[in-house]
């Protein structure tokens, strides 16, 4: 690192007040308002503690400072056009082709491409800063109110308050977009403190994927990502929305997530987690209308000291609506894994069918995987059901393969990959689950 990169971050602002102010210096007046209301509650909301059922399994007072983080603001990122760090470049590179792309550095949108085809119909992907600057009505009424409000905890607040820029991506109604829009986000500052957000809009009738990918170096102190993701399926929508985390060690990786699916809308996620030292999302998935659908899928792969912790809930407000998650995940080395989960079914949603499964692989003695799923049921023509499972690698799957002339090596990674491919089954994307699959393979060789 240059010594002007060390002064730069010892005199860049620390989380706090002014940092507030310097955010949304040059933004409207309703959006500083909302930072200022978020920061009010930020400062208010106690730091979550193990004390609380959604955090028993990650202590935030030994993995997180938030005091010693140095706040990105998106002003010192690389500016359009400047070359883009190289891991970023080649792992664009192995991506499928896509209709429109939007890259993200050290909190900043340094590049914005868009099929001009559909911008002729109006699909809009921007700057999620620039287009709030630019007075777009979508974002003053959804941006932080229905879906991640501050109002929803300690971290929700902050990124409200906090966040340089992000992605907002409108489909009008009937418009289908075939190939996936892709955010590459790349963090490169250690000891930094990064907030992003993403707001998708699907008008009715229109059809969409979202493809968002976060990379980093390793990092020699603990390095905050923080990002809330607003989702939007209005009436006969269909939506899908990626995840894949990929972050180096040092990396803490917190996301918000919100889905609000409407009647006869479908959306979508996975969320893959493989990299960085602690990974956790939040995940909300709303069925606002009858005959509103949401398939949640989630991957996740642990080694070394990783720890990864997932919180889904599955809020089924209308009746006649449908959900269905299935969360896998394979853990090695003293590997963590944590998944909490509930089903609420609230009243008069009859007719309500949902299911929940979280399955773990445990690879090593030290790993350990932590399962809790729930139901909370508030009508009575229902059809609900949660299950969960932790095993081992299947001696005689192992004992098969080898048979047949495998190394034991090459056969557990068979196993697992076989294990792990059935979420990726679940939601064919182009591009996706080639990128997902060779990424796990590359980790299996050095486990």
């Known amino acids: 690192m240059s010594q002007a990169a060390v002064v730069r971050q010892r005199t860049d602002p620390a989380i706090g007040r002014a940092t507030v102010a310097g955010m949304g210096a040059a933004d409207p007046a309703w959006l500083r308002a909302r930072r200022d209301e978020a920061w009010a509650i930020y400062q208010a909301t106690p730091m979550p503690s193990t004390r609380s059922e959604e955090w028993r399994y990650t202590d935030l007072a030994r993995k997180l400072q938030l005091d ?34 939007i890259v993200d550095v050290d909190g900043k949108v340094v590049s914005v491409e868009l099929d001009e085809s559909l911008a002729r119909q109006g699909v809009v992907l921007t700057s999620l800063r620039e287009a709030a600057r630019q007075g777009d009505d979508n974002i003053r009424r959804l941006l932080a109110t229905a879906a991640v409000p501050a109002t929803d905890g300690k971290f929700p607040a902050l990124n409200a308050a906090l966040w340089s820029d992000g992605v907002f991506l409108r489909v009008p109604s009937g418009v289908t977009i075939e190939r996936p829009v892709r955010l590459s986000r790349w963090v490169s500052r250690s000891g930094s403190a990064t907030f992003t957000r993403i ?183 229902v059809r609900c059901s949660h299950g969960a499972t932790v095993g081992q690698l299947d001696a005689e799957a192992l004992f098969y393969l080898m048979s047949r002339g495998l190394t034991r090596g090459r056969a557990e990674r068979l196993v697992v990959l076989g294990f792990l491919g059935e979420v990726l089954s679940r939601l064919p994307l182009g591009g996706v689950v080639e990128k997902v699959t060779n990424a796990i393979v590359a980790k299996l060789r050095n486990v």
């Open 68 to 101: 010693d983080l140095v706040v990105a603001d998106g002003h010192t990122g690389p500016a359009a056009g400047a070359l883009l760090p190289g891991p970023l470049r080649r792992t664009m590179e192995q991506d499928g082709d896509s209709a429109g792309r």
């Open 199 to 381: 707001l998708i809009v699907a008008e009715a009738s229109s059809r969409l994927s979202f493809v968002e990918e976060t990379l980093s170096p390793d990092f020699d102190r603990t390095t905050l990502v923080n990002t809330a993701v607003e989702v939007f399926s209005r009436g006969g929508a269909q939506v899908q929305y990626v995840s894949l985390q990929r972050l180096g060690r040092g990396g803490f990786y917190l996301a918000n997530q919100r889905t609000l699916a409407e009647r006869d809308s479908t959306l979508d996620t996975l969320n893959v987690a493989l990299g960085g030292s602690v990974g956790r999302v939040d995940l909300n998935a709303r069925l606002l209308g009858p005959g509103a659908n949401s398939d949640m899928l989630g991957l996740y792969f642990g080694d070394a000291d990783q720890h990864f912790d997932f919180n889904t809930s599955q809020d089924h407000v209308s009746p006649h609506a449908h959900s269905d998650l299935l969360y896998k995940g394979a853990l090695d080395g003293s590997a963590r894994g944590v998944f909490r989960g509930i089903i609420r079914v609230h009243e008069g949603a009859q007719g309500t069918d949902a299911y929940q499964t979280n399955r773990n692989l445990i690879l090593s003695d030290d790993a350990i995987a932590t399962s809790l799923p729930n139901l909370e049921i508030g009508a009575d023509d």
